[in-house]
């Protein structure tokens, strides 16, 4: 499931590239634009938006999104000329004139209401079709049992060319935020992709800034080129070649190099690539949060004084300095630093690092009895962060057995955590595709949240309701105190620790002189050449 990864991947889902292919070295001079500049990504699986997982970087470069947020929280348009509604739950969309498909067709209402419900069915088991899942009429194409009752979304309308209406199944403020780049899931296909997607993937056509110019691989470069009829803002290169990679290690050496331009690096990496790299070191603020989930029905974790003790005991300034090189930021709320609104020291007293007050509290709680083992996953470069708690909770809570306890792999890991089955604390992480409190709050604490089984499962009927009145509320201003309020509830409970919001990390050769940041990631568009 792509909500696993989100939530378990690791330091960033940017950084933590588990990329597989060729060696940047290996250049490809046939066809393409003369001296573009080299990406180090991920080995991409699909060219199909709405059920893709590792593809973000490419596919937010040859597709638009209908809105984006900036590096200042505002939301402004892309595809879209305008997304409004008088009530927060019908809204109405209307595209751009003039938008275009790279084929040259025009970039319609009807492709997105049927690439919407394409994605949406259920039996199609897109990855991304989720994204849909405030739309009325999304439970009739994914029924908790049997077969669906509907092929279409009743919330979707075509009014005409350029226009569509989307009806939610409740009022939600937030909506204009959710249609932005992350949300791979709402991107438009043209009308031949439905009929034969197979085809149609093997030289996809998006209406991004970029085209492809000989189709795609999962392991060679793939070479992309601006589109000149594109009817957004220019792009500041003429082309791009995506390089996938087996590992970040062999990227980060071809960065060293100057065989790749771009490559992102795990946080641990940071001390090493202020010494390799200097100023081309890049540290975006991104819209990720890491904790430390429980199996909230373990009697030894069900005390919410132990989780609270667990959290007072680890000294995230030192983790951070130590194992991150300052490159994180110590938590102290539930949501990442970089989300608008995000009510930075919500958390108070229990995020702080106080060992004194945490053995008290663990010794006012019953103390705590046997082992106590720290879950994540193995060779993702973690083992020196979970080497770290584990030594300051046996330090500071006197435990006399705490350790590290790697699961042989990814996929080991998330069902061992899903199912409940982990006997200790796990490593848990939530990275938001659109920059909002909402989706990290509602995704991790609410029951049927993408992400909530790295909350241990936790829900509660009044933080759903404080979320559903924030979803409501009459303005944007008015919904973030509405998710403060939430946090302030869920914090009550003391779910889940919160560890350290993210900063996604990069390093480039001399031929990059800029980057900027959509919602954490590179905006690719954007990215300044030095002259």
């Known amino acids: 499931m792509h909500s696993k990864a989100r939530l378990v991947a690791a330091a960033s889902a940017v950084a933590a590239l588990t990329l597989a292919g060729c060696s940047a070295g290996q250049t490809d001079d046939g066809g393409g634009t003369a001296d573009p500049i080299r990406y180090a990504v991920e080995q991409p699986d699909s060219m199909i938006p709405g059920n893709q997982f590792s593809s973000y970087v490419i596919l937010e470069s040859i597709f638009a999104p209908l809105t984006q947020v900036d590096e200042d929280g505002e939301v402004s348009f892309v595809a879209a000329e305008s997304v409004e509604s008088d009530d927060a739950q019908t809204w109405t969309i209307t595209l751009r004139d003039g938008w275009t498909f790279h084929d040259g067709e025009p970039v319609t209402a009807q492709d997105y209401v049927d690439t919407w419900n394409y994605a949406a069915y259920g039996p199609n088991a897109w990855v991304n079709g989720p994204q849909l899942a405030n739309v009325a009429g999304y439970a009739d194409l994914n029924p908790a049992e049997g077969e669906p009752t509907a092929t279409e979304l009743a919330g979707l309308s075509v009014v005409d060319d350029r226009t569509f209406t989307v009806e939610l199944s409740a009022p939600d403020r937030q909506y204009p935020l959710q249609l932005g780049i992350g949300q791979t899931g709402l991107y438009p296909l043209p009308s031949e992709a439905l009929d034969d997607l197979e085809a149609w993937e093997a030289a996809p056509v998006g209406n991004g800034p970029f085209e492809l110019t000989d189709g795609w691989s999962e392991s060679d470069p793939i070479e992309a080129v601006a589109y000149d009829d594109y009817a957004g803002d220019a792009p500041t290169l003429d082309a791009v070649t995506f390089v996938p990679y087996l590992d970040t290690a062999t990227a980060y050496t071809d960065a060293l190099a100057g065989d790749i331009d771009i490559a992102a690096i795990a946080a641990g990496q940071a001390v090493q690539a202020r010494n390799d790299f200097g100023e081309s070191v890049y540290e975006l603020d991104a819209p990720g949060v890491d904790f430390l989930g429980f199996t909230l029905s373990d009697p030894r974790f069900s005390d ?68 106590m083992k720290i879950h994540f996953v193995a060779n993702w470069g973690q083992e020196d962060y979970f080497e770290a708690i584990a030594n300051q909770l046996r330090q500071n809570l006197g435990i006399e057995s705490v350790i590290a306890s790697p699961s042989a792999d990814f996929a080991a890991f998330t069902d061992a955590v899903q199912k409940g089955e982990t006997d200790g604390p796990f490593r848990a992480r939530w990275g938001a595709l659109y920059p909002s409190q909402q989706n990290t709050l509602t995704a991790v604490f609410t029951a049927t949240g993408e992400g909530n089984f790295g909350a241990g499962g936790y829900s509660s009927p009044e933080v759903d309701e404080l979320l559903r009145q924030a979803n409501a509320a009459d303005t944007l201003e008015e919904s973030l105190a509405g998710y403060v309020a939430a946090q302030e509830r869920i914090l009550q409970d003391f779910p889940t620790v919160p560890m350290f919001g993210n900063r996604y990390l990069y390093v480039t050769s001399d031929r990059i002189a800029e980057l900027h940041t959509n919602a954490g990631a590179i905006d690719v568009p954007k990215i300044a050449v030095a002259d």
Do not use: H, W
């Open 304 to 371: 919410i004084r132990v989780r609270q003790a667990i959290s007072m005991a680890i000294d995230r300034e030192a983790i951070n300095d130590a194992v991150f090189g300052g490159s994180q930021v110590p938590a102290t709320s539930l949501t990442a630093p970089s989300m608008p609104g995000d009510p930075e020291g919500v958390c108070g007293e229990y995020c702080e690092f106080d060992p004194d007050a945490a053995k008290a509290l663990l010794e006012e709680a019953g103390g705590f009895d046997g082992e």
